[in-house]
């Protein structure tokens, strides 16, 4: 079974800081791997997925992860962290190969930024 | 852009009632589903529906129903609302046919049962 694991469900950064977002994913086959975005009273949003091809995948916002097999991570970046960054950030996770197209999602990572 | 629309973005309800929660989808994907969202546990799928009248239990299936009688629609059914089903709904949509295509989501209804 597919399962995700966000290290940290608050990180807090100053503004300008370099933003790390952590992602761990368990799978026995190739992984397609997401990151969403959810502001305050608003639905998910893609930031960025992984399919197959360049391990590192840029997003929107200035946002980019990297997909490491040997490490099962695929953690999400930003250089230089704004106010408007303040958010949740879900990993999620879905199988290539099956019968259905579920994804599995983190508990989810709190962002603060501070001024 | 997809759009996909909730019908409520607030919604209060007394225990026991029958509840209708209401998705609609304007980019003719074949993919939609039911999550709930609480606080610490993510989001935990309900059910999905691959077709019109094709319909999957999710991991939390219990106590809800689903029904899709048409492509762009996919409505939720609390059969007979309880307290522990206050929570953050929210409804997404897919393409079919590869499993890279990334979920699109309404904006959630967050529903209180009194």
């Known amino acids: 079974a597919q399962s995700v694991t966000q290290l940290g469900s608050h990180v807090s950064v100053s503004e300008g800081a370099l933003v790390l977002l952590r992602c761990n994913y368990s799978?026995?086959?190739?992984?397609?791997l997401f990151w969403y975005v959810q502001y305050p009273n608003q639905g998910l949003q893609l930031l960025l997925k992984?399919?197959?091809?360049?391990?590192l995948v840029k997003g929107i916002n200035g946002f980019e992860a990297e997909f490491k097999k040997s490490e099962t991570s695929f953690h999400l970046t930003k250089p230089s962290a704004h106010m408007s960054d303040a958010a949740e950030y879900f990993c999620?996770?879905?199988?290539?190969?099956?019968?259905?197209?579920?994804?599995?999602f983190g508990k989810g990572t709190l962002l603060t930024v501070n001024p | 852009d997809v759009k996909v629309t909730q019908s409520s973005r607030y919604l209060v309800k007394r225990t026991g009632e029958k509840v209708f929660l209401e998705c609609v989808q304007d980019?003719?994907?074949?993919?939609m589903f039911w999550y709930r969202q609480d606080p610490g546990l993510g989001l935990r799928l309900i059910y999905f529906?691959?077709?019109?009248?094709?319909?999957e239990k999710g991991d939390i299936p219990e106590g809800y129903s689903v029904s899709r009688e048409k492509k762009e629609r996919f409505s939720l059914i609390l059969e007979s609302a309880s307290t522990n089903q206050t929570s953050m709904y929210l409804c997404?949509?897919?393409?079919?046919?590869?499993?890279?295509?990334?979920?699109?989501f309404g904006d959630g209804t967050r529903l209180s049962i009194l």
């Open positions: 799978s026995s086959v190739p992984p397609y």
């Open positions: 992984y399919t197959t091809g360049a391990t």
């Open positions: 529906s691959y077709d019109v009248k094709m319909k």
């Open positions: 997404a949509s897919s393409l079919a046919g590869a499993f890279n295509q990334p979920q699109h």
């Open positions: 999620a996770v879905t199988l290539s190969g099956g019968s259905n197209y579920k994804l599995t």
């Open positions: 980019m003719d994907h074949e993919n």
